[in-house]
């Protein structure tokens, strides 16, 4: 595959990403959604975890795209306004093996709830640290190159992002 890109991730697991449509799984059971809400990041916390991006495993007779919205407001209290397909990536990790779809949200509102899915909810950043892969506040999903390719991918198709 011409577009598809080989490395691996925190923990040393073979991580392959491509931007093209569903390349390793039509059926992907985990989504990955990169958020903007009013020109900023929107992240969550996870407890153990730190700051991510939302996203989790797609549930019995949902879609990924269904995943996706429903991962964003249960762990942030958003509301997606644009949900746009970015790319799939699989990690061959020690156990099993993960596909995951990307995403980019647009989030059209922010509601204040009392319990939030396994985070500790929203947290908004003006923008994504230079050294994210060295900040101790930052997930380890957020550290490997996945992330990195897809804000690039997405700078260079800014029109698909707007």
């Known amino acids: 595959m011409a577009d598809q890109m080989m490395f691996y991730d925190y923990y040393r697991n073979k991580v392959q990403l491509s931007f093209s449509c569903n390349p390793f799984s039509k059926d992907p059971k985990h989504v990955w959604v990169i958020c903007r809400y009013k020109s900023k990041w929107l992240l969550t916390e996870h407890p153990g ?44 990790g020690r156990a099993d093996t993960i596909v995951k779809n990307i995403y980019y949200a647009d ?18 950043l003006d923008t994504l640290p230079e050294n994210l892969k060295e900040d101790d506040r930052f997930s380890f999903m957020m550290k490997d190159d996945v992330l990195v390719h897809s804000l690039k991918y997405m700078k260079k198709n800014p029109s698909l992002f707007c």
Not at 53 to 77: D, L
Not at 107 to 124: A, C, Q, S
């Open 107 to 124: 989030i059209r509102e922010l509601i204040d709830k009392e319990y939030y899915f396994e985070t500790k909810g929203p947290v908004l």
């Open 49 to 92: 975890r730190g700051l991510e991006f939302p996203g989790g495993k797609v549930e019995e007779g949902e879609s990924p795209r269904e995943a996706a919205i429903r991962e964003v407001y249960e762990e942030t209290g958003a509301g997606v306004s644009t949900l746009v397909y970015i790319g799939q990536y699989k990690v061959d």
